[in-house]
Nanobody, 114 residues
Framework: VQLQASGGGLVQAGGSLRLSCAVSGSIFNMYIMAWYRQAPGNQRELIASITTGGSTNYADSVKGRFTISRDNAKSTVYLQMNSLKPEDTASYYC?????????WGQGTQVTVSS
């Protein structure tokens, strides 16, 4: 299973970005998909997840600002990030999870300037 993340960049506080993660090599709609992030010196944290049925969960730190979605036809998961804050600066990683198996994409850097 290969995961290819994209969409990171530099944005001013209050701005928006949309991250994408394309999955190949397996049946996408079997996987629970998630986004994690890791800032320098911090542990990687789960910020959003979406089940095969489309149910979503969010970390309190992003609830109301970030939206995770999936397009099974395109084998892609998205993270729409609005009202970005400097504390959202981190490397963002997509994750595919099925039972005991978990797969990671490469990180995409998001930098929010104040």
């Amino acid at each position: 299973v290969q995961l290819q993340a994209s969409g990171g960049g530099l944005v001013q506080a209050g701005g928006s970005l949309r991250l994408s993660c394309a999955v190949s090599g397996s049946i996408f709609n079997m996987y629970i998909m998630a986004w994690y992030r890791q800032a320098p010196g911090n542990q990687r944290e789960l910020i959003a997840s979406i089940t095969t049925g489309g149910s979503t969960n969010y970390a309190d730190s992003v609830k109301g600002r970030f939206t995770i979605s999936r397009d099974n036809a395109k084998s892609t998961v998205y993270l729409q990030m609005n009202s970005l804050k400097p504390e959202d600066t981190a490397s963002y990683y997509c994750n595919a999870h099925l039972g005991a198996h978990a797969y990671w994409g490469q990180g995409t850097q998001v930098t929010v300037s104040s």
